[in-house]
């Protein structure tokens, strides 16, 4: 699984995440896994590289996580 402080990509297309809708265009996000949140699913907080509209971390399914 994923670890603590991996970079790591995110897929976020079709999320809405505190008010802000991504768009389908945005499936490469760049980001740190900061810690898992549950394990079932498994789901992690991911801070990322860049904010989008103030949202700088965001709680994802493992299945939206790729490794860089």
Do not use: C, Y
Request: hydrophobic fraction near 45%; aromatic fraction near 8%.
């Amino acid at each position: 699984m994923f670890q603590n402080g991996q970079t790591v990509r995110v897929n976020l297309a079709g999320m809405q995440v505190q008010g802000v809708t991504f768009h389908a265009a945005v499936t490469d996000a760049v980001g740190t896994i900061v810690r898992q949140t549950s394990t079932d699913p498994p789901m992690f907080l991911v801070r990322l590289l860049f904010s989008f509209r103030g949202v700088s971390e965001v709680e994802v399914t493992s299945d939206r996580i790729k490794s860089s």
